[in-house]
């Protein structure tokens, strides 16, 4: 069954087609929670809470829309509505790295021998997503929705509730901080 | 412009370019300007680079005891939702069943006791306005006890 077909059955409440969409975007939609709210046990809940709320909501689902974006767009709601809540200026605010100092080479002590591409990748990855951490939650969900979630910019567009040229402002300003960041740390170029 | 200016303007467009967000028009006017520029060619690179290193960082996955967890919570919310539409729709046409039944009830029962003159009585009007309003208070208190039962009910099968 194709997703639009899994999305009809949810809303006929069919527990399998939940399953599967759940199957479907656990990854996804994990790893948009956690780039914005950085805490693997607050995306925990957040994650949790998106389903519940799908479950809850999906009848007024309108099925012309996009279901990626409005799945996006739900969570999106509980995290900043969360982070307001929280840690009200963590939505304004860089925060300190918590990766808790764990490199790409301490995360490969217990693993086979890699070829050495290999850990030059994770290592260089691992600094990639410890200076995505650092960026503001704004510039941080763009980076994630272009480029891990892979999404248009209008369907980023519709999960913001933004017009474009805000999405593309964002998504330029992040960049550039990023390459900035990056740049500082090992010099230009070198992470790349 | 000056040459410096062309390099910004360009230069200006390639975190965009790299993130796939240039309209094809300013696309291919930076396509070939990297062509002829092996300085921004350089600064492509780069950005280049950077865009592929996104798109390669790691997935987090949740735990599959979080997945199963989810799981079994959206579909009890799932279940409420449909027996909570389910109880609406009923709820609506036993409420316009038993409005009907109430409102023909008292014409039908002064017609069948006291025939068509009864209906004509003087005083009709002032007793159907007294079985009007003790007909609403009524219908009034067993909707409060019907949404308080709902809420009592919800509230305990949340913390189940």
Redesign the interface.
Known sequence: MGLEGEVAQ?RR?N?DA??QL??RY???L??YL?RLVRD?AEA?DL??QT??R???K??SFDTRRNFDAWLFTVARHLALDHLRRIRPRSLDEPVADDSGGETGADRLVSQEILPLDRIL??E??GR??AA?QELPVIYREV?SL???E?MK?EEIAQVLGAPLST??SR??RS??Q??AS?ESRGG??G?? | MNPRGVHDEFRSLMSLAAAGALESAEERRLEQHLSACPACSAEWEGWRALAGGLRRIPTPQPSARLVERTRRLAEAALDEAAEHRWNRTVLIFLLVFSWVLTLLSWPLVRLFSGGLLAMLDMHFERAWYGFAIFTTLTWLAGGVAAAMLSMRQRHARRFA
């Open positions: 949810l409440g527990l939940l399953s759940i199957a656990q990854n996804r994990y790893r956690l693997p925990e994650f949790q389903w519940l799908v479950a809850e999906i009848e990748e994770i260089r990855s990639l997503a995505l980076v272009r480029f891990e892979e910019i999405v593309k998504l330029r960049l550039e990023l390459r990056l230009a170029g992470w790349s």
